[in-house]
């Protein structure tokens, strides 16, 4: 396959997915479109990845790009069916570009917390081979309020309902992180916007705590990251949908 990969943040990457996509022969683009990059014809790609950022998908007056992009994921997803994949971010500007709503979370998930499974989502293709609970990196203090029409939910936390969903067969986003690598903490601290979330909510001496626990769910992190890899690639192999 080759993947359009949007990031709005130089460190905040594909982590090991990267790994994944080198080792099996896939190859992708990126476009950093907080650096001013323009978006490129989507023909010639297979599938459209959309990574997190430290900016609201509200925020078009500071990020005037963000409703080209959220234009952009639409006719992607909903006009030409083609695989997607969402993370953190990607996941909210999947659930506006279809019609949803993200607003400013209740109470921001911060630090290696749980992730339960819906059933839709312990029963379908994309978390198969999962365990009913998993750990997971959570750094966001926006959330899914609404899901699109059409979309499922597919796991959830106590103060995150909509942790990952799907819409169609062939577009998936999760809210949460499963691609950190050991350096991930650390390089995610240097942006300001997240330091100060992190600050917020864990304290003095919050990175080097949230750094020991992602080191020590790591093993569990690169797992869950491979299976889900491995499980995207089945759906974007399934029938698209009609358009």
């Not at 999947?94 to 911060?110: D, F, K, P, T, Y």
Request: net charge negative; charged share 15%.
């Amino acid at each position: 396959m080759h993947i359009l990969v949007l990031q709005h943040a130089t460190v905040e990457h594909p982590g090991i997915f990267a790994e994944f996509l080198a080792e099996d022969g896939h190859s992708w683009d990126v476009v950093e479109l907080d650096q001013g990059a323009p978006l490129p014809a989507i023909d010639g790609y297979d599938a459209l990845w959309v990574l997190g950022g430290p900016m609201d998908v509200w925020q078009e007056d500071a990020y005037p790009w963000l409703a080209t992009e959220k234009a952009f994921i639409r006719d992607v997803v909903e006009t030409r069916g083609m695989p997607f994949l969402g993370l953190c971010l990607g996941h909210q500007l999947l659930a506006e570009a279809l019609g949803g709503e993200v607003g400013a979370s209740a109470r921001s998930e911060i630090g290696v917390m749980d992730v339960q499974l819906t059933e839709a989502g312990a029963t379908g293709v994309f978390f198969d081979d999962l365990p009913g609970v998993f750990p997971a990196l959570q750094w966001h203090s926006a959330e899914v309020k609404k899901m699109p029409a059409g979309a499922t939910c597919l796991a959830t936390s106590p103060d995150c309902a909509v942790q990952a969903m799907c819409w169609g067969p062939r577009a998936y986003s999760l809210q949460f992180h499963v691609e950190a690598q050991p350096d991930t903490v650390a390089n995610w601290a240097g942006i300001p916007a997240y330091s100060d979330a992190l600050q917020a909510a864990m304290g003095d001496g919050g990175v080097a705590r949230l750094q020991a626990d992602c080191v020590e769910n790591m093993s569990n992190f690169n797992k869950s990251a491979e299976r889900i890899y491995m499980n995207w690639l089945q759906t974007s192999a399934q029938t698209p949908a009609p358009s």
